[in-house]
C-alpha cells in the first residue's frame, strides 16, 4: 500500500498514475512546491487547515479517484475540533490525518503543548472525532508508545515517521539511521498488532529515501505499506527539472560547437549557402554587393 502526501493537483494527478493507493493533501506539500523546506510546514506563517482546504478542494478533489485524507492541525486553540472535521467530512475528504503534528517537535515542546491542552492528546482526539463521523482516520506518529495510542483511538492507519527526508537540496540530516529505523518499525507494529490486527501499520521519513530502503523498513517490521512525501514529489522534481534544462543547453552548446567545426574545415561561406570551394569575392555570388560578397566568401 502507498500513499502519496502531496500539495499540488499536478502531482496528486502524476501519484495517481504511479499507483498510489490514497493520497494525503498535507500543508508540508503545499510549502514544498513553494520553495520551502518541509520543515517549514511547522511554522504558524499559514493557516495550515485553510491552506490545504483551499488547494485541494480546488486542485484535487473530484480529480483523482482514490481517496484523499485531509491533513489537519491540531495547535489553533481557536479551532473547534468538531467543527473542522464536519467541514473536512463535508467538502468530500476521505478521511483525517494528524499533520502538521506535534511529534516533529522537540520534547520540552511537546510537553508544554500537552499542558495546554494542545498537544498529541488533542491530535488523538480529532481522529476519534473522524471516525465517529464515518471517516477514515491516519494517525501519524514517532514512538512506540504513540502508536499504541494511536491503535485504542480505533484509527485506520498508523504511520510510524521518522522525520524529515533526507536527500536533495532541501533534505534534512536524518536523527535515525536505516537499521535504527528498521528496528523501531518492528517494535512498534508488534506492540501494535497485539492491541489490534485489523489495523495498517506504514512507515514515512527519515533514512528512507530510496525504494530499497523502504522495503527494508517494511520488511523489518512487516509493515503494510510506505507513505512518499518528499519521495514522490521534492527529490523526483529536483532531479528532473534540474536535468531539462541542461539538456537543452547541452544541445545548443554542442550546436554551436558542430557549426565551429564546419567553418573551420569548410569555410564560413558554408552557412550562406555558397560553394566552399570558391574563396574569391569576385567569384562568389557576383550578383551581391562587394560588402556582401566579403562576408560570404572571406579571403
Not at 498529541?120 to 501519524?140: D, I, N, T
Not at 523498513?217 to 518528499?230: E, F, L, P, R, T
Request: net charge neutral.
Amino acid at each position: 500500500m502507498i500513499g502519496a502526501a502531496i500539495g499540488t493537483g499536478m502531482i496528486a494527478k502524476a501519484a495517481e498514475r504511479g499507483g498510489a493507493d490514497f493520497l494525503l493533501a498535507l500543508n508540508v506539500g503545499r510549502v514544498r512546491v513553494m520553495g520551502a523546506p518541509s520543515i517549514a510546514c511547522m511554522l504558524p506563517i499559514h493557516d495550515a487547515n485553510e491552506m490545504v482546504r483551499a488547494f485541494a478542494s480546488a486542485e484535487i478533489l473530484g480529480k483523482v479517484s482514490v481517496p484523499v485524507m485531509f491533513g489537519a492541525s491540531a495547535f489553533d486553540p481557536r479551532e473547534d475540533l468538531a467543527d473542522l472535521v464536519d467541514r473536512v467530512a463535508k467538502d468530500g475528504f476521505a478521511g483525517i490525518a494528524n499533520f502538521p503534528t506535534s511529534i516533529h517537535l522537540d520534547p520540552l515542546m511537546q510537553a508544554g503543548l500537552a499542558r495546554l491542552g494542545l498537544g498529541f492528546e488533542r491530535e488523538v482526539e480529532m481522529l476519534k472525532l473522524a471516525k465517529r463521523a464515518g471517516l477514515m482516520a491516519v494517525g501519524y506518529v514517532r514512538t512506540a508508545e504513540q502508536a499504541e495510542v494511536m491503535a485504542a483511538a480505533d484509527v485506520d492507519v498508523i504511520c510510524l515517521n521518522f522525520g524529515w527526508n533526507v536527500g536533495g537540496r532541501e533534505g534534512l540530516p536524518s536523527t535515525v539511521s536505516l537499521a535504527e529505523a528498521a528496528e523501531a518499525a518492528s517494535d512498534a507494529f508488534e506492540r501494535v498488532r497485539r492491541r489490534r490486527q485489523d489495523v495498517l501499520c506504514v512507515v514515512e521519513g527519515g533514512p528512507i529515501d530510496t525504494p530499497e530502503n523502504a522495503a527494508t523498513v517494511c520488511q523489518a517490521g512487516k509493515a503494510d505499506g510506505y507513505i512518499g512525501g518528499s519521495t514522490i514529489d521534492r527529490l523526483p522534481l529536483e532531479a528532473a527539472v534540474s536535468d531539462a534544462p541542461s539538456e537543452y543547453k547541452s544541445v545548443n552548446v554542442l550546436s554551436r560547437r558542430l557549426e565551429a567545426i564546419q567553418d573551420a574545415v569548410l569555410g564560413q561561406g558554408r552557412r550562406y549557402g555558397c560553394s566552399p570551394p570558391l574563396r574569391s569575392a569576385d567569384r562568389c555570388c557576383p550578383s551581391r554587393p562587394a560588402r556582401m560578397r566579403a562576408t560570404c566568401c572571406p579571403r
